[in-house]
């Protein structure tokens, strides 16, 4: 079996005076739902524990942004409509996969229904004035017995704590990433260039969205932590991974230390984050040499040979 213990929060900061940030946290089976409240002056942390099936659970985050209300709308209606494209999948008892697809059954579906957020948060953000531009980050995984898929549009982060090391498992989708892959720039630079803000791809922006996922094996005792920007922008991998791994057994410590720390450090911006450990006895032992990390071809609904670039940051 299986166990997943979550603990998930979003905050204001200390500049912003709404926030945009949204997180999602989805048990397929039982078809509930738990999200960020968006009220300014709370800071609650979610804390859950799933024991999971062949059905799967879903976790997320969304940074919106557009000015206004819009950023908070598109990261709302991010959450939102890929809870209820599942939660609809699952009461149409019609819906079946094939058995060749089973192995991608979880990753397909939050792919699929990642598009149609993009499709819906763009006709919005078209027919109504006060939400034109507007659009929000998702980064999310999908989690069976067997495999962790991730999925990403935008610059909102995934890492993976092994060992007692981390490493960045998502790849920006940002200029600066971009910059950076071209050897135009250095990774150290990309914190202070003019164009850091600049993201590729976001859920409304475009009316067509090329989400990146991946699937990762896990190990015993794996912690997963998702993010926007307004942590990792705060606290670098380093500080992340001190953090996490002196609070192993108290990860909701770990999640308002973060909080408190990327406050500490500015806190400019929202601040939302999710931590996952996984734990059982049907998973591997931990061996931090070996992360299989591979990118997946959802248009041939098969795994490709290509590796993800997995930076040791710890």
Known sequence: MLTV???????IGRVRKGNEDNY????????????SSQEPDEFVIESQKFEINEN?????????MGGALAGEVASKMAVETVSQRF??????????VPAENTN??????????TVYANHLIHHQGRTDPQFQG?????TGIGITPETVDLIQVGDSRAYLVRG???????KDQSLVQQLIDAGQIQPEEAETHTLKNVILQALGAQNEIYPVSARLYPQRDDVLLLCS?????????ADMQKIICQNFTQLQIAAAELVKVANERGGEDNITLILVKLTGDALPEPNEEEIKLELLNLGNIHDTADQIDTAEIG
Do not use: P
Request: glycine content about 12%; overall charge negative; hydrophobic content about 40%.
């Open 229 to 237: 920007d307004g942590l990792s922008n705060k606290v670098g991998g």
């Open 164 to 170: 007692g090391q981390i490493y960045q498992i998502t």
């Open 5 to 11: 213990e979550t603990h998930a929060t979003s905050h």
């Open 24 to 35: 999602l946290l989805l048990n397929i089976s039982e078809a509930k739902t738990w999200m």
């Open 134 to 138: 507007m659009g929000a980050t998702f």
């Open 104 to 113: 991608h059954s979880l990753i397909s579906r939050l792919y699929g229904a």
């Open 87 to 96: 939660i609809d999948e699952e009461e149409d008892t019609d819906i079946t």
């Open 56 to 64: 799967g659970i879903v976790l997320a985050v969304s940074d919106g």
